[in-house]
């Protein structure tokens, strides 16, 4: 072969497929600043753009055969493999980032689900402790009305009691619960 700084881009390939490093060499001498530049223009990021430029070249070395002179210089075909290697890079940065904050989001809302059931058991057990403090035609009008959904109508009707009779007890039970839930830290007991 002439001398190597001579040889034609297509020469230098052809070299490059018979594992010629001097060839490769060469190839990275003419091209790599350009190939870097475009990768770095790209990426905003030199180490990045480092390892796109290594990674076109690998290709190159590993598959030759890839470049046709036919379809244009070697310079555009390492450009176009420089630009496609960095949008890659782009978008695998990307989708990871996207990941991470899923993952994200994920752990907090788990550690806010977290947070929320322990506080309502917390206070799911002071509500039956205060209700227990109750006389029992208090709590047992309360039962049937806030735990088991009934009107006050069908409470009285369910204990054979006057409408006003449960009204009251509800409301006497009710303000004494929330004293006791009040006493006990619970905000929002004090209304």
Not at 2 to 10: G, K, L, T
């Amino acid at each position: 072969m002439q001398d190597i700084s001579e040889a034609s881009d297509a020469q230098l390939v052809t070299s490059i497929g018979r594992y010629s490093e001097v060839a490769l060499a060469e190839v990275y001498r003419r091209h790599g600043g350009a190939v870097y530049g475009l990768a770095r223009r790209v990426l905003n990021n030199s180490a990045e753009a480092e390892d796109v430029t290594q990674e076109v070249f690998l290709r190159l070395w590993n598959q030759p055969d890839r470049f046709d002179p036919l379809r244009g210089t070697l310079r555009s075909f390492l450009l176009a493999q420089s630009h496609a290697r960095a949008v890659d890079a782009i978008r695998s940065l990307n989708a990871r980032r996207a990941r991470e904050m899923k993952d994200a989001v994920k752990v907090a809302r788990g550690s806010y689900d977290m947070q929320h059931e322990v506080w309502d058991l917390s206070l799911a057990d002071k509500v039956t402790r205060a209700l227990e403090e109750l006389p029992e035609e208090e709590r047992r009008v309360i039962q049937l009305a806030y735990f088991e959904g009934y009107t006050y109508v069908k409470v009285a009707e369910i204990l054979n009691q006057p409408e006003g009779t449960v009204k009251s007890r509800i409301r006497t039970g009710m303000r004494r619960m929330r004293s006791v839930l009040n006493e006990a830290g619970v905000q929002g007991a004090e209304t």
